[in-house]
Structure formats: structure tokens, C-alpha cells
């Protein structure tokens, strides 16, 4: 999978993804990250992006044509002609980022990312190339940076190869919906809290069972809107009933 990055703050999403599993993924060449400084396409003299908006107001507004010809560049560059790449701009006002997106998104073979600043990106520009509008949630930032690298993050950990344990993606999406149960390591005892005795008793019928119960205990006390889609057996119901 490759992913393209538009964004006037290049070194801020290299830097970062460099880093940790995104980055040995890179190294391994299973995926691959392109920045593209819009700042480069600006046929501007003093290499300007933005400009006041029409109609007045706060801020500044990025101009629609440093954005299309980074956005060609980007083309450009893209073997398969035939299948136009998904544009993902970055923005509060899209859908909301979730795991099903990300694993959806996971399928595509190029992934482009636009990132805004300022009050926005001239509105001729995104209705010509952008195909998907998302958010990360309900609050508001300064850019689309960070965004872009949290669904990179994400969506790098459903392409086969990126995690070291094969087993753990699967894992969690067999867990859909409920919250992963808690994790102990070594030593046995730290400051006088023990390890719960089931995980070191070998007994793996009834580890199971108690991870299935923290799973269940968690998201009802933590996410209790996440038990409406959670795939649960009679047993998990039956158990739920005894927390209320
Ligand atoms: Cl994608 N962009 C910005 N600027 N703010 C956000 C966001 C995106 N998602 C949540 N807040």
C-alpha cells in the first residue's frame, strides 16, 4: 500500500512515522509514505498558499491551485492510471473515523491524504478531487496532520505483515466490539499487588473464561454503548446480568 500526504507541514508526518511499527513497515517496503509540501506547487513569488476569503470574515483560506497541482503530482506518480486513488480530506465536518473504515481502507492499493489549514481549502479544489471526508471525532484542531496519521497509524495495522503477531489483528476483530481484557507481565508482585491467580494456574479453559468476563466487565463499565453491536453468546448475557 502506498500512502501520499498533501500537507504544508512535511517533516511533522515524516518524522513521526518513521518511528515504531509504521516505520519498520516502510523499512520492509510492505507499505510506503509520500509527502508532497503543497507550499512546492505555489506559482506565487513569495511562494504564498493562502489568501483572504471572499465575502470577508476570519482567517485565511488555502488556494485551490498549490492543492490540485500537488494533488496531480501525486497522480502523476501512480502506475494504475485506471483506477482514480482515494482522496481523504481531513476535516471535522466528515464521517467519523472507525475501525470498520480502517480495515475498509486497508484494501486500497494508494490512499491519498489532503491536510487543511487555516479555515479551510478553497471549495472548487476539494469538490473536483476529494472523494472521502473524514473526521477523528468531535473536537476541534488546528490541522489535518495529525488526523492523517492517526488513520495511517490505524489502517497500517490491518495490511498483512505490518504486525509482528499474525494472530493479534485477527484477534481483535474476532473481540469486535468489546474491550480487550487487562494484561499482566512480570514480576508476580509489584508493591503488593498480585497477578490474578487464574493466569498463572496453566489452566487455560479457565483463562480464557476470566479474559472473556474482564472483556465483558470493562466495556460495560467503560463503553457500555458498545455491548448494542458486540457479538455475545448466552453465557456473556447471562454474565452481564450478574454486573447490573
Ligand atoms: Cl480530520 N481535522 C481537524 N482540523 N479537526 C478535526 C478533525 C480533522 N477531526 C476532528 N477534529
New binding site residues.
Given amino acids: 500500500m502506498n500512502f501520499y500526504v498533501l500537507t504544508l507541514f512535511p517533516d511533522m508526518i515524516e518524522n513521526a512515522m518513521k518511528e515504531s511499527i509504521f516505520g519498520r513497515a516502510m523499512e520492509k517496503k510492505i507499505l510506503s509514505l509520500k509527502t508532497v509540501n503543497i507550499r512546492d506547487f505555489t506559482n506565487d513569488k513569495h511562494k504564498h498558499v493562502d489568501d483572504y476569503p471572499y465575502g470577508g470574515g476570519a482567517g485565511m483560506v488555502m488556494q485551490a491551485e498549490p492543492v490540485y497541482n500537488a494533488y496531480q503530482s501525486v497522480l502523476d506518480e501512480i502506475t494504475d492510471k485506471e483506477k482514480k486513488p482515494r482522496v481523504i480530506y ?3 465536518q ?1 464521517k467519523v473515523f472507525d475501525q470498520k473504515m480502517s480495515e475498509e481502507l486497508a484494501q486500497e492499493e494508494n490512499l491519498i491524504f489532503l491536510c ?1 489549514h487555516y479555515e479551510g481549502i478553497d471549495e472548487r479544489v476539494l469538490e473536483m478531487i476529494v472523494t472521502d471526508n ?11 496532520e495529525l ?1 492523517a496519521m492517526v488513520m495511517m497509524d490505524s489502517i497500517s495495522r490491518n495490511i498483512p505483515g505490518v504486525l509482528n503477531n499474525e494472530v493479534s489483528a485477527e484477534f481483535e476483530s474476532f473481540h469486535d466490539n468489546l474491550l480487550e481484557y487487562p494484561q499482566y507481565t512480570r514480576p508476580e508482585e509489584f508493591m503488593g499487588k498480585k497477578v490474578p491467580d487464574v493466569l498463572l494456574s496453566g489452566h487455560h479453559a479457565n483463562i480464557e473464561k476470566w479474559r472473556r468476563e474482564q472483556s465483558l466487565i470493562r466495556t460495560y463499565e467503560r463503553r457500555p454503548d458498545l455491548l448494542e453491536n458486540a457479538e455475545l453468546s448466552k453465557k456473556d448475557i447471562a454474565f452481564l446480568k450478574t454486573l447490573c
Fill in positions: 481531513l476535516t471535522p466528515g487543511g473524514v473526521s477523528i471525532g468531535d473536537y476541534v484542531l488546528t490541522g489535518g488526523p
